[in-house]
Structures are given as C-alpha cells and as structure tokens.
C-alpha cells in the first residue's frame, strides 16, 4: 500500500472510528459503569469485532451478506436482539458508583468477567452488517488487486485497529468522568437507563436499516 493510499485510509479510518453506532453506545456505556481500566477489556473486544469482519471480507463472506437478502437479514436481527438484550441489562443494571481503581483492580463481577466483556464488545461489531457492506463498499478504493491483499488487509487492520481502540477509550474515558461527576447510586441510575435507552435506540435503527 502507497504512502499516499494509506493516509487517505488513516484519515478514513478516524472518521470512521468517531461516527456513532453500537460500538460508540457500548464504550460509553463501560465507560460509565466500570471505569477506563476495567472498561478495556470490552473495548479490546471492539477491535477485535473489527478483524473478524475485515476477515470475513477477505474470505468472501462480506459479499454474500451484500448479495443475499436472507444472510444480511439473519445477520441483522441477530444484532437488533443482542443490542436489546444489551439494553435491558443496562437499563437493569445495579447503579453503582465508579470506586478508585488500582492498577491490579480486577473487573467488576456484577458487570461480567472480563472475557465476558470482550465477548460482548466483540459481538456487538461482528453482529452488525451494516459494517460488513460499508467495509465492502469502502476498501476497494483502497485496495490495490494487483498487489499482493494479504499485506494490504494487514495494514487496514492495523490501522483500524489503532483508530478504534483509541477512539473507544477516549469514549469511554469521557464517560468514566462524567460517571464521577454523577456520583451517587440514583444518578447512576439516571446514567444506566439512559445507555440502556441508547442501546434499543440503536436496535431500532439496525432494525430499519435497509441494504441498498
């Protein structure tokens, strides 16, 4: 990949990272419930999603959930229930306060281990096709088939991986203070209801995305 093609891909990959969605719901939501610290296994789940659906792009399987009708439907009602049942856990969820953390801190049972959460940060990526077919639409501009894809999949990834993992600790970083400001277990809450609400909203989202 040219130098130049990879800067026009790094600025992509930013503007990508910050726009709102699922993910950005999900590292502010374990930014506000856990803390930057114990949030980072959720967010490295993020990331994680983002290879798997970069992989499945690779091996051909973005093009058939943009080609198929009922594999992009499956896909998208599998996410539209993960992120309602995201959002009733959130909305459900004990308001506890964010306590100090130590460097050896461990996660937060009551919120899941923390393989729970980058299993549920992985999944809420890997379950969302609309970006399967935005991906797909978006890197061949990138991408150079007469070159060697292994190398230029690996230096997408790459930089998508840096991009979102910053991206979603700022994110939760934000709300981790905003959490501390709203100390006190009624506005916490106030704070666990409002994620959750943002999770249905973005279940009714995907729910009325439609492929084009």
Same mark, same amino acid.
């Given at each position: ?43 490295? /789940? +993020?990331?994680?999603?983002? #290879?798997?659906?970069? @992989?499945?792009?690779?091996? =051909?399987?973005?093009? *058939? $959930? !943009? ?48 393989? /729970? +959460?980058?299993?549920?940060? #992985?999944?809420?990526? @890997?379950?969302?096709?609309? =970006?399967?077919?935005? *991906? $797909? !639409? ?67 989202? *995907? ?6």
């Amino acid at each position: 990949m040219d130098a130049g093609v990879w800067l026009a891909f790094f600025v992509t990959a930013w503007a990508i990272s910050l726009s709102p969605g699922p993910a950005t719901v999900f590292a502010l939501s374990q930014g506000a419930a856990l803390g930057v610290r114990r949030a980072l296994p959720g967010i490295t /789940g +993020l990331v994680a999603g983002v #290879w798997t659906s970069l @992989t499945a792009i690779g091996v =051909g399987l973005g093009g *058939l $959930l !943009a080609g198929s009708a009922t594999a992009f439907e499956v896909l998208k009602w599998i996410g539209v229930a993960y992120l309602l049942y995201l959002g009733v856990m959130q909305w459900r969820a004990a308001p506890k306060p964010l306590a100090p953390t130590t460097p050896s801190a461990r996660v937060d049972t009551s919120n899941g281990s923390a393989a /729970g +959460l980058f299993v549920r940060g #992985w999944a809420v990526n @890997t379950t969302n096709p609309k =970006g399967y077919v935005f *991906l $797909l !639409a978006l890197l061949p501009q990138f991408i150079d088939p007469a070159r060697p894809l292994l190398p230029q999949y690996l230096a997408i990834a790459a930089t998508f991986t840096l991009t979102e993992f910053v991206v979603m600790t700022g994110y939760a970083s934000l709300a981790a203070r905003a959490a501390r400001w709203l100390a006190g277990a009624e506005r916490m809450r106030i704070v666990n209801r409002l994620f959750g609400g943002l999770f249905v909203a973005a279940a009714v989202g *995907l729910a009325t995305f439609r492929r084009t």
